[in-house]
């Protein structure tokens, strides 16, 4: 059920995650579409004794759900797939492309630059076409090509200021160039689909890229002798690892691991979503090609590669807490404060702080979501006695 933004609303007897960490018995007061520090007397109080209320959720890497593509969409079809994932307690969403025809993705950027622009959505991620044809995935090999700093820039400018981040290959011919080129004009280059050695990779983290994408899937392996780009991005901290927690990608254990080398600081969960995200079991397109969902996991119909996710972030938040036993305040950090931070909107998102949009998500005891509140509107209210 959604509602309207309330003047003033106090919500009690939760615990609260902060960024110090858990208050038992905490109190988050909201007025209008921010959090305050104080209520006045007449505030509505909503006793949330025995649930727990942290920062909405904040996805950095998401090509869509509700039966809904951010790539290939109409506008309202976007909204629909923003929507969904609220509905999922992702407050804040960045909207990634797939491999496709430099025009197309640009054209695709001037849009969603539009609903970036409304505050609809926190920004634009290019994943592809500058990726490994050796570490494709789910991306059209015909449409793949070198990262040439001045295609890399075309689509830039085509997002007229929302572009956050491009996923690169950044062993191939322009990859350093582009990834230099990014660092400047402040957009995050992401080290992903990649078939690099350890050497090339740590080249690529010198010359400037922050971020690793997917971690663990499209790239080579940890090998003995050939430790690989996994082994780099592990070992350097300004390097943040995404991380899709959802059964499928990673072994609980690999997940760990992860963990255990990065710290919490330094780990973004993601749901790399398509279309069936909330949505079901079928056929659907990603780009040109063709997927089946078939028990919840996406493959490519032609030779069946793992093709994105239908995983939504509350879902990936209580496997990280009840599966993988990670701290709570540490699956806060990595699913809203330290993407937050990545996408530079950790002033207004991420955390529960006074002056901050009233962001949040409420889980019952066993970390199901039961409210979504953004910017002081509820769009789920939690039911309470």
């Known amino acids: 059920m959604a509602g309207r933004a309330a003047d003033s609303t106090v919500l009690a007897g939760a615990r609260v995650v902060l960024p110090t960490g858990t208050v038992e018995d905490g109190r988050v007061t909201v007025e ?9 007397e007449d505030a509505r109080v909503i006793g949330l004794t025995g649930h727990w209320v942290v920062p909405g959720f904040v996805d950095m890497h998401n090509h869509g759900g509700g039966g809904a593509s951010f790539t290939s969409g109409t506008v309202d079809e976007v909204l629909h797939g923003i929507r969904t994932h609220r509905e999922h307690g992702t407050t804040t969403l960045v909207a990634s492309t797939v491999t496709g025809e430099m025009d ?7 849009i969603l630059s539009e609903l970036v622009e409304q505050g609809d959505l926190a ?9 490994s044809p050796c570490r494709k995935g789910a991306h059209s090999e015909q449409l793949l090509r070198y990262p040439d700093p001045a295609e890399v820039r ?8 929302a572009a956050r981040m491009v996923t690169l290959a950044t062993e191939l011919p322009g990859g350093l160039d582009s990834v230099r080129l990014l660092a400047d004009l402040g957009v995050i280059a992401a080290i992903g689909h990649t078939d690099a050695t350890y050497a090339q990779t740590v080249e690529a983290i010198d010359a400037g890229a922050t971020v690793a994408t997917h971690l663990f899937n499209a790239m080579p392996p940890i090998a003995h002798r ?3 780009p996994i082994t780099a991005l592990l070992e350097d901290d300004r390097i943040t690892v995404e991380l899709i927690n959802d059964g499928t990608h990673l072994h609980p254990a690999v997940l760990e691991l992860a963990y255990r080398h990065k710290g919490a600081g330094r780990v973004a969960l993601i749901t790399d979503a398509m279309d069936a995200a909330g949505f079901g079991d079928g056929l659907y397109d990603l780009g040109p090609l063709a997927v089946e969902v ?17 995983l939504t ?22 699913i809203s404060a330290n993407p937050a931070r990545l996408l530079g909107v950790d002033d207004r998102v991420g955390s529960l702080e006074p002056g901050k949009d009233a962001d949040l998500v409420v889980l019952d005891e066993e970390f ?12 789920i209210e939690p039911k309470t006695a």
């Open 104 to 110: 197309f993705l640009a054209r695709r950027a001037g």
């Open 123 to 131: 920004g634009i991620h290019f994943e592809g076409p500058f990726i």
């Open 32 to 40: 209008s579409t921010r959090i305050s520090d104080s209520a006045p």
């Open 154 to 161: 075309k689509l830039v400018d085509a997002g007229r200021g």
């Open 313 to 334: 972030l509350d879902t990936a938040f209580r496997r990280a807490v009840t599966i993988d036993r990670i701290p709570v305040e540490d699956v806060v950090r990595s």
């Open 226 to 228: 050939e430790p690989g």
């Open 294 to 310: 078939r028990d919840g996991v996406a493959r490519l119909v032609e030779g069946g590669s793992i093709a994105g996710s239908t």
């Open 368 to 379: 199901v979501l039961a409210g979504v509140m953004r910017k002081g509107e509820w769009i």
